[in-house]
């Protein structure tokens, strides 16, 4: 209703401002007197320009309409709820020369008018008698609560040429390398967005559509990403083993293709800003249905990335207040990405730990110093409590074989997972940021150094209906257990991390570096795949695994375990009082990249309007290592999972259930950019993916040769058009 009110309201308008225009066609003598109503206005001092005019001008507007079309106007917008009564009462009681001013003034104070939108449209008091005889073109009122990035057009004269639009001043220098970051420096502001209005909204799509061709050295998973060296779709006898061959591979790929949408919606309030962004890719699961089942290599279906709401208070000139809700980037891990071609995975598990998760936040950026552009941002919030945990890595050896691996990949896609909801608590994260320009030259990005760190929990409930305890009570141990906990238990680890992040642009080079340390990191893409490890040091016994409500036990995880710490008993049952729910421990990591940008185009000083205004190089290197002692605990080992519990030992005999003997992912990539024009850049990237396992056990056979470390060397070369 508001929205046809402020449409009505401007037609109307428009009609008042050009009834002297109308009129001056038709009557001569009215002209006459327009022309002479200008000539004296134009000699007045009051039509000089204010030599310090307010920035926020109220509207004034001398009215050249008749009483009757102002009391016709004033009947129309009572009858529609614009103005009350009372309002409309105090306007007709004014003088006739007064009384348009009124109405714009009571117009201007519901916010539905201001100068700016009537200047576009009203003739100049100060104008020329040769003009003000002249037809002019009149342009549609737009209300200035719609936030138009762009002023109206003022009106000329017919006939007169039309001044193209000022073209923004273009950098005198080629752009620095500017660093990836999905947080703001500065705080958006009303009407910064440019894009198509629709209604009140302000839209401004953008993406891109990226098409390569990409050769590895080894890909035995069959994935057109670099997969960490752990092959679980290979198959059961292929999980380290490649073949005959490394097992190359070539894909050509298009479903890196990316969409969004910015938006901005209007507010009354000039301190408030309320912006959005939804935003998505194909890179989702490949389809399954009879019109493509043998064509689902092509047909990857589009996923959510972001979309979320963010309104920002600016409280003052140098403090602005922001709320943010909805799926965004989290605030550990995503503070420093990577720069480079292959976007699928993006390093993940090779020193880029990021993701994008479900939240509500809020924060502040303070503007410490605005010569030198330095800023303070602090940001809070929870989110979704999520661990990683994937449903559909069943436990071939688990009760229910086959069976239990349909329900878990059934669970994946009806719930993706649960363990982390099952916790009952949120995941709570926080990130302090200080950016500032530390160089001064043209086309240089502000420098940031950030922390940010997350604190969470995930939990497993194993219902008594899982116990192994039978009629017959063979199964001494676990009944003398199971016992101790008649309603079933529960197994719960923690999950934390820790990150610090560095980028330094400058007109030479850009340097981003990032390290961080936590455990069990495997949904922020960190850990080597591994998440959390059940620990039976010290436990003189243990009876399981046992079957989850969440699908467990699963493959690459730990186990819900019960144990004993007494001496068993002469029968093998467990002494009272000494029954323990087996710990469950999150397997800690470490690791972080080192990116350099080199603008090569500035370094040789190239055009910055010409086609070779382009070139860059990034070089990059990046580790992710799990902690030896998790993986080693104490005993060197590490133990299989299966239904029987035996240890298959790498090294002395075990006590600990850890899923994964990856140890450390290391990472090299060369990059090379050039940006053809504003819309289209040509890449080509050389790169080695490795992946060591634990003890330097040869555990890998490539080619037929046994190793202890796998190696793809990747080269992925295509174009990317920008929107």
Not at 200 to 208: K, Q
Not at 270 to 279: M, Q, V
Not at 285 to 299: G, L, M
Not at 327 to 352: H, K, P
Request: glycine letters at 10%.
């Amino acid at each position: 209703m508001l929205k046809l009110k402020v449409w009505l309201l401007s037609l109307l308008v428009l009609a008042l401002t050009a009834v002297p225009v109308m009129a001056g066609n038709n009557d001569a003598k009215t002209a006459n007197a327009n022309a002479a109503n200008a000539a004296s206005a134009e000699g007045s001092p009051a039509a000089s320009p204010n030599p310090n005019p307010s920035p926020n001008p109220s509207p004034s507007l001398t009215s050249t309409t008749n009483d009757s079309n102002v009391t016709a106007l004033i009947g129309v917008l009572v009858t529609k709820g614009v103005l009350a009564p009372s309002e409309a009462n105090a306007i007709r009681n004014a003088t006739p020369a007064a009384q348009f001013q009124a109405l714009v003034e009571a117009l201007s104070r519901k916010g539905l008018l201001n100068a700016a939108d009537l200047a576009a449209n009203a003739k100049p008091a100060a104008q020329s008698s040769t003009l003000a005889a002249a037809p002019v073109v009149v342009t549609e009122a737009v209300s200035s609560s719609l936030a138009s990035p762009e002023p109206a057009p003022a009106p000329q004269a017919a006939g007169a040429p039309m001044a193209p639009p000022p073209k923004p001043a273009a950098p005198a220098v080629v752009p620095a390398v500017t660093p990836v970051r999905v947080f703001p420096v500065d705080p958006p502001m009303t009407g910064g967005l440019n894009g198509l209005k629709v209604g009140p909204i302000t839209l401004a799509p953008y993406g891109f559509i990226k098409a390569t061709v990409v050769h590895d050295s080894s890909s035995p998973d069959g994935d057109d990403f670099p997969f960490p060296g752990i092959w679980l779709n290979a198959g059961p006898n292929s999980t380290f083993n490649t073949g005959s061959t490394q097992d190359p591979e070539v894909h050509v790929k298009a479903r890196s293709t990316r969409f969004g949408l910015n938006m901005e919606w209007p507010d009354m309030s000039k301190k408030l800003t309320l912006t959005g962004k939804i935003e998505g890719d194909f890179e989702g699961n490949f389809t399954s249905v009879d019109n493509a089942d043998v064509s689902s290599i092509r047909n990857s279906a589009p996923r959510i990335r972001l979309a979320f709401v963010r309104l920002d208070y600016h409280a003052s000139e140098n403090t602005d207040i922001f709320f943010v809700g909805g799926q965004d980037w989290t605030l550990f891990g995503s503070g420093a990405l990577e720069n480079i071609l292959e976007t699928t995975f993006n390093g993940a598990y090779w020193g880029n730990v990021y993701t994008r998760s479900p939240q509500l936040r809020g924060g502040f950026i303070q503007t410490l110093d605005k010569e030198h552009h330095v800023n303070l941002e602090g940001q809070f919030g929870i989110m979704m409590p999520s661990t990683s945990q994937i449903e559909k890595l069943c436990n071939y050896g688990a009760e229910g074989g086959n069976g239990t691996c349909l329900a878990g990949f059934e669970g994946q896609q009806g719930q993706g997972e649960r363990e982390g909801a099952d916790s009952d608590r949120p995941e709570w994260e926080g990130r302090v940021a200080l950016s500032y320009q530390l160089d001064k030259a043209k086309g240089v990005a502000p420098a940031q150094i950030a922390f940010a760190g997350f604190r969470s929990r995930r939990t497993s409930i194993v219902p008594n209906s899982s116990y192994l305890c039978d009629t017959d009570y063979e199964y001494t141990l676990a009944c003398s257990l199971e016992a101790a906990f008649p309603n079933g238990f529960q197994a719960s680890s923690k999950m934390w991390g820790g990150q610090i992040v560095a980028q330094i642009p400058t007109r030479w080079f850009t340097l981003v570096a990032t390290a961080y340390k936590g455990g069990d990191l495997r949904f922020y893409l960190g850990g080597q795949i591994n998440s959390y490890f059940t620990d039976a040091a010290g436990l003189t016994a243990v009876a399981g695994p046992y079957t989850a409500a969440d699908g467990g036990p699963l493959n690459a995880a730990g186990l819900a375990m019960l144990g004993c710490t007494g001496t068993l008993n002469d029968d093998g049952s467990c002494p009272t009082g000494s029954a323990v729910v087996a710990p469950q421990k999150p397997i800690r990591s470490f690791g972080g990249f080192v990116q350099l940008g080199l603008p090569l185009s500035r370094w040789f000083n190239a055009d910055p309007h010409g086609h070779n205004a382009g070139w860059q190089l990034q070089l990059l290197v990046g580790k992710d290592q799990v902690v030896d002692r998790d993986l080693n605990n104490p005993s060197s080992s590490f133990c299989g999972l299966g239904a029987s519990n035996v240890c298959n030992p790498l090294g002395a005999a075990s006590n600990s259930l850890a899923p994964l003997p990856l140890l450390m992912g290391k990472s090299f990539v060369a990059t090379l950019n050039y940006k053809f024009n504003n819309w289209c850049q040509f890449s080509f990237e050389q790169s080695i993916y490795a992946t060591r396992v634990m003890d330097k056990v040869p555990l890998y056979t490539i080619a037929g040769t046994s190793s202890n470390e796998w190696q793809d060397h990747r080269t992925e070369f295509g174009p990317v058009f920008t929107f």
